[in-house]
């Protein structure tokens, strides 16, 4: 459900462009609004889950991202359609930073690399399988993407039977949990990071799930469906790469893997603009896919390692607010590359930034 609200509907972007006569600049906003809310709430939702519990956060979020999410398809007014989207990204706020938080309270050391690296593969078939079903159910009309976060209420249900996991026993002042919270965040290392996250989703938001499929509808008429597939390539190289990981890191620490990845993100960005025919399409987009299944999961691990587990919902949450930042920021950003200089330059400013990420990760990290 956490790669859900994004993935699933940008295959319908152009239809969407369409039906509402709006401007293709203004497409990003579906991005932009779903993710506004995590900038704020994220945060405060790793604190209550501190304080009081992992799933009395968690089942909630399931529940108004499935509500929230599924009612979009049933508005004709776009300007509604934004107001759903800002109500199922507060649900959404919680969801990808509880992930990786369970995770680093259920495992530890060179196990918790591996679980991350197999939960990152695990989001990234969802990543890779969205696109596809978003662009298959777009062909039947632009609102059908929209009725699939209906799936997360049955599996909120599925949370509150069956779902086993250790709580946090936090009896701290608030005052005091804040004050040792802000301990383990503050120093260069994290914050190397957390620059390395926002770059990473201004990219994947903004070049790449943005104006991939833009660029697919005006270069080469592509359906739906098809933008579904050419996206769902990069996320299947993903999914394989981070189910590697395990290996991968007894070659290179997750430093050099994160360093290692931004030449494929660079390589594929750039690339993407000078394909001439769709076939072509694939090939940078499983270069992408192969930077993406490095970066991600190394990240999350050396994030989760860095604080004791009655603070990781706190540390995790900064971390998603960072992520949102990056995901609010890149359609952002490249629209205004679009308007300046035109849809190549969306691709080369994104190659720009993973380039300018490696040399941050060097210096800060």
């Known amino acids: 459900m956490a790669v859900l609200g994004v993935s699933s509907i ?4 152009p239809k969407i462009i369409t039906v509402f006569s709006i401007s293709t600049q203004k497409i990003g906003l579906l991005i932009t609004i779903f993710t506004l809310p995590g900038l704020i709430l994220t945060p405060v939702l790793g604190v209550l889950a501190d ?15 499935g509500i929230a999410g599924g009612a979009c398809a049933l508005v004709r007014d776009f300007h509604l359609l934004l ?17 990786v938080t369970l995770i680093g309270d259920l495992y530890a050391g060179k196990e918790r690399t591996a679980m991350m690296g197999y939960n990152a593969s ?7 399988s969205y696109p596809f079903i978003g662009g298959a159910m777009a062909l039947l009309g632009w609102y059908y993407p929209f009725f699939l976060p209906l799936v997360a209420i049955p599996i909120g249900i599925i949370v509150i039977i069956y779902l086993k996991n250790p709580e946090p026993e936090s009896t701290q002042h608030l005052k005091h949990y804040l004050r040792e919270v802000w301990k383990n965040v503050y120093n260069r290392h994290v914050a190397g990071l957390f620059i390395a996250s926002v770059i990473v989703f201004i990219i994947l938001y903004g070049s790449f799930l943005t104006y991939l499929p833009v660029l697919m509808g005006k270069e080469f008429k592509s359906s739906s469906l098809v933008i579904g597939m050419v996206m769902s390539a990069m996320s299947i190289s993903t999914a394989i790469t981070s189910s590697r990981l395990r290996s991968l890191t007894r070659i290179f620490s997750e430093k050099g893997l994160i360093q290692l990845s931004c030449l494929f993100y660079a390589l594929g960005l750039v690339l993407f603009p000078l394909m001439h025919k769709m076939e072509l399409l694939f090939i940078p987009a499983i270069i992408f896919g192969l930077g993406h299944g490095v970066n991600f999961p ?15 919902g706190a540390f995790m949450s900064l971390n998603g607010m960072v992520l949102r930042l990056g995901q609010t920021l890149g359609p952002l950003v490249m629209g205004f590359v679009f308007l300046m200089s035109g849809i190549d330059a969306t691709f080369y400013a994104g190659g720009f930034f993973a380039l300018l990420m490696l040399l941050l990760v060097a210096w800060l990290v």
Do not use: C, D, E, H
């Open 122 to 128: 695990v989001l990234s078939v969802g990543t890779a």
């Open 298 to 312: 190394s990240i999350q691990s050396l994030l989760a390692g860095m604080a004791p587990m009655k603070y990781r």
């Open 83 to 99: 107001t759903l989207r800002f109500f199922q990204g507060i649900g959404a706020a919680a969801l990808g930073s509880l992930n």
């Open 51 to 65: 304080r009081y519990g992992r799933k009395r956060i968690l089942i909630p979020s399931l529940f108004l991202f």
């Open 10 to 13: 940008t295959p319908a972007f």
